[in-house]
């Protein structure tokens, strides 16, 4: 989250926005696209025509590797409601 690292906010560990919490990153950094339709995966080298092809068989087969968090201690919900009060009044 660029506002996070430019304002230098501090994120608790224990947050999900955390960058060691963040599950989408370490999927991200494990997506190699290799050609226009060959994506592949870097846990098992296995190759797909599409992203989203890739994104399914990271759910099926390495959910396990990914990084999950408990959400109820994400500043998510200390935001959405202040974000939602700001829209009413937009
Ligand atoms: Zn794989």
Do not use: A
Not at 71 to 89: G, N, R, V
């Amino acid at each position: 989250m660029p506002f996070v690292e430019k304002e230098k906010y501090h994120i608790p560990r224990r947050c999900r926005f955390h960058p060691d919490n963040d599950i989408y990153r370490d999927q991200e950094q494990h997506k190699f696209h290799t050609d226009i339709n060959e994506w592949q995966c870097g846990y098992c080298k296995k190759s797909f025509y599409e992203e989203k092809h890739l994104d399914q068989h990271f759910d099926n087969r390495h959910s396990n590797l990914l990084n999950l968090v408990d959400t109820s201690s994400s500043i998510l919900f200390l935001i959405l409601p202040l974000m939602e009060k700001c829209l009413k009044y937009l």
